[in-house]
């Protein structure tokens, strides 16, 4: 059964660092791009950070650029998300889905791990 799940998220003060994971099982992640994305309550969906399978290749948005850095183990087939110098403007459901096209489709999403950023 394809799947993707998400975890790593937590509660971690202004300034603090999380690792979140995006394990895939049920395909090869070689084979297709991971994005990752947050939603935080009342507002839309946004996304954070993505990586290619072809040549990883990636892109963050610019709330994000800077702090927080995606990476890729095929031997593992995960995505990583690290999380630096975390905001009050960062806490949100975070989940990842995969790219089927490269293009920015995606087709299966996690049901995401929540981040939390408090003092």
């Known amino acids: 059964q394809l799947q993707l799940v998400e975890s790593g998220g937590g509660l971690v003060q202004p300034g603090g660092s999380l690792r979140l994971s995006c394990a895939a099982s049920?395909?090869?992640?070689?084979?297709?791009?991971i994005g990752w994305f947050r939603q935080a309550p009342g507002k839309e969906r946004e996304g954070v950070s993505c990586?290619?399978?072809?040549?990883?290749?990636?892109y963050y948005a610019d709330s994000v650029k800077g702090r927080f850095t995606i990476s890729r183990d095929n031997a593992k087939n995960t995505v990583y998300l690290q999380m630096n110098s975390l905001k009050p403007e960062d806490p949100a459901l975070y989940y990842c889905?995969?790219?089927?096209?490269?293009?920015?489709?995606?087709?299966?999403w996690g049901r995401g791990t929540q981040v939390t950023v408090s003092s």
């Open positions: 889905a995969r790219d089927f096209t490269g293009w920015g489709e995606y087709d299966y």
């Open positions: 049920g395909f090869t992640l070689d084979y297709y791009g």
């Open positions: 990586i290619s399978s072809s040549d990883g290749s990636t």
